[in-house]
């Protein structure tokens, strides 16, 4: 059964930094593109980052561009992503997610729970 | 960015209705890259249809989709207890970033 599970949340002040974690099992790891996909009430789903199944394609939102940086480790099986310069705005609950196709796509399939990042002073 | 619209924002049936939900794109969804997901309180987001009209793994076949180019429609041909949830409809694809609709809600009237 392919699992991800996320970790890393929690309640930061603006400018700051967090680093998110995603643990994945049941799957090759290495042979997927993984996502970070965040929720809020007011904007909805948003797709924060991509990457490739070797880090070689990297995309972000326009929102995060310059202050996000994902990655991953293969041989840990786990998906990243480094935020600073963290802004109210980016309050949200944050999901990792596999690339259900066999390329860097955008379709999202499974996804993990989810963890939740307050921005807050 | 492409935009998607979906309609209506709440749709309000009994258990055995059908519902229609749309999604409408600002812009051609090339190759039909089009996907819908079924999110219920408290859970992550369930794909349901990719490619328009292709059913995900273990899907049941009252779930359907339908469309192309620009307007696309997610069918529930008899609704079940456990359908009533939260949809979303997603374009993917070669190009990011990859956009949602707002959702549609389906409610128990």
């Known amino acids: 059964e392919v699992q991800l599970v996320e970790s890393g949340g929690g309640l930061v002040q603006p400018g700051r930094s967090l680093r998110l974690s995603c643990a994945a099992s049941g799957f090759t790891f290495d042979d997927s593109a993984m996502h970070w996909v965040r929720q809020t009430p007011g904007k909805g789903l948003e797709w924060v980052s991509g990457i490739s199944w070797n880090g070689g394609i990297i995309g972000y939102a326009d929102s995060v561009r310059g202050r996000f940086a994902i990655s991953r480790d293969n041989a840990k099986n786990s998906l990243y992503l480094q935020m600073n310069r963290l802004k109210p705005e980016d309050t949200a609950l944050y999901y990792c997610?596999?690339?259900?196709?066999?390329?860097?796509?955008?379709?999202?399939?499974?996804w993990g729970q989810g963890t939740l990042v307050t921005v807050s002073s | 960015d492409i935009v998607l619209t979906q309609s209506p924002g709440t749709l309000s049936l009994s258990p055995g209705e059908r519902a229609t939900l749309s999604c409408r794109a600002s812009?051609?969804?090339?190759?039909?890259?089009l996907a819908w997901y079924q999110q219920k309180p408290g859970q992550a987001p369930r794909l349901l249809i990719y490619?328009?009209?292709s059913r995900a793994t273990g899907i049941p076949d009252r779930f359907s989709g339908s469309g192309s180019g620009t307007d696309f429609t997610l069918t529930i041909s008899r609704l079940e207890p456990e359908d009533f949830a939260v949809y979303y409809c997603?374009?993917?694809?070669?190009?990011?970033?990859?956009?949602f609709g707002q959702g549609t809600k389906v409610e128990i009237k």
């Open positions: 997610a596999k690339d259900s196709s066999s390329w860097y796509s955008g379709r999202f399939d499974p």
């Open positions: 997603q374009r993917y694809g070669s190009s990011p970033p990859w956009t």
């Open positions: 812009q051609r969804v090339s190759s039909n890259y």
């Open positions: 490619g328009a009209s």
